[in-house]
């Protein structure tokens, strides 16, 4: 399996909902990634999980709170979000922590009404 | 802070045209790596490059990573329409993150 899976593909949500993204590997990488993506710009980090332990926060603001159950799995929970948070969500996976190739899913293209 | 510049930002060529895209720094980069992007779908990696002067080809796609590690090119040659799409350059940094350059949007016509 060389994929990352990431549900839904779309979501939309009011500014008082509470959603969930999700995003699956079984590659083995023990490292893996949350990127904010508008149209026509490249991906912004937001987060770094390494080993299961967020090592990296790009100073996200705490209406998106991402979790790691385990070394497959990452979820990035949403809550209170506003319309300029509309954008394509990426999930994406990598061997360790140095970024030699990441794999990237296909995205959730988020929606805030 | 490392950036990464990259150009041209916009492409529109004839199909079976060659072009070349650049991405360069004033930074060293451990690695450089290309992404292709296509509407709605997440980055694909194309290429990881790791040494200075390194060269990939990979189809009519060649890939160059600088002697000094702070830049490479993307040259495609005989272009397809099937190539149309957003192409990105991504530098990893010692502190194990990705910095992408701005991208470039390649259209090809037929």
């Known amino acids: 399996d060389t994929e990352v899976t990431q549900t839904p593909k779309h979501l939309v949500m009011g500014m008082t909902n509470k959603k969930s993204l999700k995003c699956e590997q079984h590659m083995g990488h023990r490292a893996m990634y949350w990127y904010k993506q508008k149209a026509k710009k490249p991906p912004e980090l937001m987060f770094v999980?390494?080993?299961?332990?967020?090592?990296i926060n790009e100073s996200v603001p705490s209406r998106f709170s991402p979790e790691c159950p385990n070394s497959s799995l990452l979820n990035l929970h949403l809550h209170a979000l506003q319309p300029e948070d509309s954008a394509l969500y990426l999930c994406a996976s990598s061997q360790g922590g140095r970024p030699y190739g990441y794999t990237f899913g296909s995205g959730t293209r988020l929606t805030v009404v | 802070t490392q950036l990464l510049e990259q150009s041209p930002q916009f492409l529109s060529i004839q199909e079976g045209e060659n072009l070349t895209v650049y991405c360069n720094s004033s930074?060293?980069?451990?690695?450089l790596q290309w992404y292709r992007q296509e509407p709605g779908e997440g980055p694909v990696l194309l290429v990881t490059?790791?040494?200075?002067?390194e060269v990939k080809k990979l189809k009519r796609l060649t890939f160059q990573f600088g002697d000094a590690r702070k830049d490479s090119s993307l040259h495609i040659t005989a272009a397809q329409p099937g190539d149309t799409g957003l192409y990105l350059c991504a530098g990893g940094d010692q502190g194990g993150k990705l910095i992408f350059g701005q991208g470039t949007e390649l259209s090809v016509k037929p």
């Open positions: 490059v790791v040494t200075g002067g």
């Open positions: 930074s060293v980069f451990s690695s």
């Open positions: 999980y390494s080993y299961e332990k967020l090592s």
